[in-house]
Structures are given as structure tokens and as C-alpha cells.
């Protein structure tokens, strides 16, 4: 029989943000993930990949059947050489501001990918189309991009209260 105070005095790790997002809910003695997941549901389509290794092609796959990459506005010439579409209906990709950026072709996503690896690294991101909102369907997981999100945000309320309060 265990003990509550034995229980107590054990450091176990805080759930994952892949258990959270896949809605897993794991037992707090094995840390073996528990039948059925939190909500008894487990999100299948979840997929964390390595800034490098995210491929538009595989976003397309992955989001078409969510209403996404659907509707071909025009073609350009691609970053592989190739013509290729160009989505009204692309996909929002967080920035380390208060913006995001509509990544619509492989070249808007290279680009994306540049200028987030240049200041980040290879970071972890996250896709998730079954997130209910639109700015939850991609997230960069890195300590960094989050404080800079953080800072932004907190920069933009600092300014608006200013505005909010001068004469």
C-alpha cells in the first residue's frame, strides 16, 4: 500500500505539452499513458516535427481535409524550381510578435522557416488541425520564441494603457 505522505514527497514531471495537446492523461505512478486519454479522447492527427524537417507538402496533407489549402489562387515559381500553387486559404504560422504570417506556398513557408530558424535554431513546431482556433493550429515549442512572444505582447499592453491614460 503506498502512502500518502510517500506520494507527497515525490517530484513526478508536469505533463508534457505533446500529452496535452494529444490529450493524454497519464497514471502518476507508471507515467504509462491511461485507456481512452483525458476527455477519453486522443488526438491522432497531432504531429510535432523539427523546424527543418517541415515539409509544405506534408502541411498541405495534413490540413487539407480541415479546410485549409483548398482554394488555389494563383501558381509561382516555387523554391525547388518548380511552378507550383499559391492558397487564399493558407495557414497561419506564428511570429515571435504579436503578427503571424499566412504561409499560402512552399516558398512563403521556406521563408518563414529562414527567418524563424535564423533567430531560434531548429526549433520544435507543433501542428495540430484539430485545434479549434486558427492560431492554435501551429506553434513554435521553444523557450525563447515564447518569451519573445511574451514581450512583445506585454509591450503592446504597456502602449495602450499609455494611450489609454495620457491627456
Do not use: C
Not at 53 to 73: E, S, T
Not at 83 to 101: C, T
Not at 123 to 145: C, M, N, S, T, Y
Amino acid at each position: 500500500m503506498i502512502k500518502l505522505k510517500d506520494l507527497l514527497e515525490q517530484r513526478l514531471p508536469d505533463a508534457s505539452a505533446t500529452d496535452l495537446a494529444q490529450g493524454l492523461d497519464r497514471d502518476p505512478m507508471t507515467g504509462n499513458p491511461m485507456p481512452g486519454g483525458a476527455g477519453g479522447t486522443v488526438n491522432l492527427n497531432y504531429k510535432e516535427v523539427q523546424l527543418d524537417q517541415l515539409k509544405f507538402d506534408d502541411i498541405v496533407k495534413m490540413f487539407r481535409v480541415k479546410d485549409y489549402y483548398n482554394d488555389v489562387h494563383f501558381n509561382r515559381m516555387q523554391p525547388d524550381g518548380k511552378e507550383g500553387p499559391y492558397y487564399r486559404d493558407g495557414l497561419s504560422f506564428p511570429n515571435p510578435s504579436d503578427a503571424s504570417s499566412i504561409v499560402a506556398d512552399m516558398k512563403s513557408l521556406e521563408n518563414w522557416k529562414e527567418k524563424t530558424k535564423r533567430r531560434f535554431g531548429n526549433v520544435k513546431v507543433i501542428l495540430d488541425p484539430d485545434a479549434e482556433e486558427h492560431w492554435e493550429k501551429v506553434k513554435v515549442d521553444d523557450e525563447r520564441f515564447t518569451q519573445d512572444q511574451k514581450d512583445a505582447n506585454d509591450a503592446k499592453m504597456d502602449m495602450l494603457k499609455q494611450w489609454g491614460t495620457s491627456e
